[in-house]
């Protein structure tokens, strides 16, 4: 075997293959009791992760609370009493004409009733 050749056996042979992972969404699904512990709300990022076979049952709208997290227990609960179990698209809203940075007033959300699990 010329140098050559045993050259390019021991090039090829040491080359690491290289593998590119695609990349795979990743939906979050917080299960959240409520005080009551009769109705689980389901939260979802977007309309577009809400399982098939859910029906929207339109905006619920909450003033804000004391604290976010308040706020968003507020929110579950207009959910279920709706009808609903499950929420997408929250956002906060401001008065209009309000600046970015004012402190937003109320907690909006599209509400869902999924199919039995």
């Known amino acids: 075997m010329n140098r050559r050749a045993l050259l390019a056996l021991v090039v090829a042979g040491s080359a690491c ?7 795979v969404k990743v939906v979050e699904v917080k299960k959240v009791l409520e ?16 399982p098939a076979g859910a029906v929207n049952i339109g905006w619920v709208v909450v003033p804000r609370a004391e604290n976010d997290d308040d706020t968003f227990q507020k929110l579950r609960e207009a959910v279920c009493a709706k009808g609903g179990n499950a929420l997408s698209q929250a956002h906060w809203n401001r008065p209009p004409g309000a600046s970015v940075a004012d402190v937003p007033t109320e907690l909006e959300a599209n509400a869902w009733t999924e199919a039995a699990r």
């Open 17 to 23: 293959r290289t593998e590119i992972r695609p990349a």
């Open 35 to 50: 005080k009551d512990a009769e109705c689980v709300v389901h939260d979802y990022r977007s309309a577009t992760d809400v």
